[in-house]
């Protein structure tokens, strides 16, 4: 990506059909809402599955300017949906560790299957598409080393992981074989305004968003000394921006990660402090969450910001005041 390219990405979306695939959920809504504001014609295609996040209420405001199209990607309508679309953000899917555990068939059909039907409808009905893909850092499964870069083996300890890596192989197939243009974005732990909090199975940051919104009681399992990076929301819409707006991340892979490594026992401590209320105390390991829990993690980022200028640049701090204030404010279209 040129520094040209880099400087003037978000004007490359004015007057662009842009199509984002589970564009009512956490971070589909986010990037929604910014392609509107760049001047972009956005659809966004939500099946509304219970529990997977989807919600009207993400694009409020913005009803006039986003169309939303109620449908499963596993369908012969993407044919129809992706005709004419300059790029497609695919979001949809499902990213709960334990439920692919405990259902690895509804896994296998939403993280593998809906791929293949998106990616058979784009190479039929508009192969000249470009597929940004949201990947996840969990195929990595137990870091080897650390910091995660991309040639890190790939060796997922759930079935969540293994479906979202044949996801991700299926973009890079349709690339290598069909010259379609496809991207994936390895993330990492992501949170802001407009996730999932009603249940704890999407990962640990909506859950501790939840209790320390309604002063709860926040349980860590272990020590708490686990290291995660995160990064908030803004940043990941920033990413795939980027990456729809340039030919370099064609073809390619890439990690996301926050700036640096925080403890989840700090990290409880920073949410409590900034809500003013909520509390914490350690637990042992539940028994099925401790057979996946992949101990510490965090990514090395150089690639990204090499080739597409992308940084993080909203603090912890700061990301957790804003999440922490939205909630307070809407809570109750979450709860």
């Given amino acids: 990506m040129t520094t040209a390219d880099m400087d003037g990405y978000r004007d490359f979306y004015r007057g662009r059909r842009a199509l984002v695939t589970g564009g009512l959920g956490f971070i589909g809504s986010n990037l929604c809402r910014a392609l509107a504001d760049l001047g972009a014609q956005v659809l966004a295609v939500d099946s509304l599955l219970p ?5 009207l209420f993400n694009l409020a405001g913005y009803e006039d300017r986003v169309r939303i199209n109620i449908a499963d990607v596993r369908g012969h309508a993407m044919e129809y949906l992706v005709r004419d679309q300059d790029l497609l953000f695919n979001l949809a899917g499902q990213v709960s560790h334990v439920d692919s555990m ?8 939403i993280n593998c299957r809906s791929q293949l039907w998106i990616l058979e409808a784009v190479r039929k009905a508009n192969p000249g598409l470009k597929i940004v893909y949201a990947s996840t850092r969990q195929i990595y499964g137990r870091p080897l080393r650390l910091p995660v870069d991309e040639t890190h083996p790939l060796q997922p300890v759930d079935v969540n992981g293994i479906n979202k890596i044949s996801g991700e192989l299926y973009h890079l197939v349709y690339h290598s074989v069909y010259g379609i243009r496809t991207t994936s974005l390895r993330l990492t732990n992501t949170y802001g305004p407009r996730q999932l909090i009603r249940h704890d199975r999407q990962g640990f940051m909506g859950w501790f968003i939840r209790q320390v919104v309604l002063g709860e009681t926040i ?10 990076d995160l990064d908030f929301v803004d940043d990941v819409v920033d990413a ?7 030919p370099a991340a064609d073809g390619q892979v890439f990690n996301l990660g926050g700036d640096a490594p925080v403890s989840l026992l700090e990290l409880v401590r920073q949410m409590t402090a900034i809500a003013g209320r909520g509390s914490y105390r350690l637990v042992p390991f539940p028994e099925n969450r401790k057979r996946i829990d992949i101990g510490d993690f965090y990514a090395d980022t150089h690639k990204v910001r090499t080739a597409l200028g992308w940084t993080p ?17 809407h809570k109750d279209r979450y709860l």
């Fill in 51 to 55: 529990d997977y996040g989807g919600n």
């Fill in 102 to 109: 405990s259902d690895p068939f509804t896994d296998l059909e």
């Fill in 219 to 228: 349980e860590l399992f272990g020590d708490g000394q686990q290291l995660r």
């Fill in 240 to 246: 795939l921006l980027r990456a729809g707006a340039s």
């Fill in 313 to 329: 640049t909203v603090s912890l701090a700061d990301g957790l005041a804003r999440t922490i204030e939205y909630y307070t404010q």
